[in-house]
């Protein structure tokens, strides 16, 4: 038993302080797991300048994101239902 996700019917749509960003998860296979799901806004990871702090990579200050966790069975309903809230950007 395995489960396999599809993500379909995306959409994006400008609210008062940010964006709200729904899609579609199915689980087209047998088995049962959860998936986090996440929308992102910016560059995760800032690369470090030359020389800066020996190459380390930092957390980029204008990357956001929202993540929900969902667990679908084979008939695609949610068991576990969380909001992942909306991702403010300028």
């Given at each position: 038993m395995v489960p396999q996700y599809t993500v379909s019917a995306t959409?994006?749509?400008?609210v008062e302080n940010g964006f709200e960003v729904t899609?579609?998860?199915t689980n087209i296979g047998t088995g049962l797991m959860p998936v986090e799901v996440a929308a992102t806004a910016g560059e995760?990871?800032?690369?470090?300048a030359a020389?800066?702090?020996n190459g380390v990579y930092t957390v980029d200050p204008e990357?956001?994101?929202a993540r929900t966790t969902i667990t679908l069975d084979r008939e695609n309903r949610n068991r576990s239902r969380?909001?992942?809230g909306s991702i403010r950007r300028k």
């Open positions: 959409k994006k749509t400008k899609c579609t998860v995760r990871w800032k690369k470090p020389g800066d702090r990357y956001h994101d969380s909001s992942a």
